[in-house]
């Protein structure tokens, strides 16, 4: 059974810092593209960024140099660290494992992050 659990979210003062992990279990960790995702009501949910299994990364424009995406195959857990965040970085965040070769992909169940003074 695969499971990808979210931690880190929770209240934060705009300029402030969280980090995120999905740790995972039932799948060939080191074999997936890690992303995290993120979603408010009413709008479609976006790629923040991802990294591949050789470790390459790409980001969102609007997180790029605020965000930092990195992957732990030892602890088979992927981390997002995000910091001098904003009002508009308020979301649902959700971690995303995908195979592409073999068309799976799977999904946590969501980590909420506010960003409020």
């Known amino acids: 059974q695969v499971q990808l659990v979210e931690s880190g979210g929770g209240l934060v003062q705009p300029g402030g810092s969280l980090r995120l992990s999905c740790a995972a279990s039932g799948i060939t960790f080191s074999s997936y593209r890690l992303g995290w995702y993120r979603q408010t009501p009413g709008k479609q949910r976006e790629l923040v960024a991802a990294?591949?299994?050789?470790?390459?990364?790409n980001y969102a424009d609007s997180v790029k140099g605020r965000f930092t995406l990195s992957r732990d195959n030892t602890k088979n857990t992927v981390y997002l660290q995000m910091n001098s965040l904003k009002p508009e970085d308020t979301a649902v965040y959700y971690c995303n494992a995908a195979y592409a070769s073999y068309g799976v992909e799977y999904w946590g169940t969501g980590t909420l992050v506010t960003v409020s003074s």
């Open positions: 990294i591949t299994k050789q470790g390459s990364t």
